[in-house]
């Protein structure tokens, strides 16, 4: 079984992830290989919600260039996390 710290890599904070709160929903930069059962039970685990649904997006990595030179960006996992209505929120963003 795959550690939670490693599932999870690191929340997306954007104004739009912000304006998400009052739905519920928080959003998070996930492990590309990770399955939405297995992102539910790691933020679970680690902040010890009640997750109701798990929505994922795989988003590909701009090309980018520094003159003439061309390289790329990695691609990455985006998790979209509902918490069910009597699960208390996430200390992290409530800080913010």
């Known amino acids: 079984m795959k550690n939670p710290h490693d599932i999870i890599i690191r929340p997306w904070i954007t104004e739009k992830s912000m304006d998400m709160r009052q739905e519920r929903k928080y959003v998070f930069v996930v492990d590309k290989r990770s399955n939405k059962t297995e992102i539910k039970n ?47 929120a996430i200390e992290f963003f409530e800080a913010l």
């Open 42 to 88: 790691a933020l679970e685990s680690i902040f010890g919600v009640k997750v109701a649904r798990v929505n994922t997006i795989n988003l590909r990595g701009k090309v980018k260039r520094m003159g003439r030179h061309e390289g790329k960006r990695p691609d990455w996992k985006k998790a979209i996390v509902t918490l069910t209505e009597g699960s208390k």
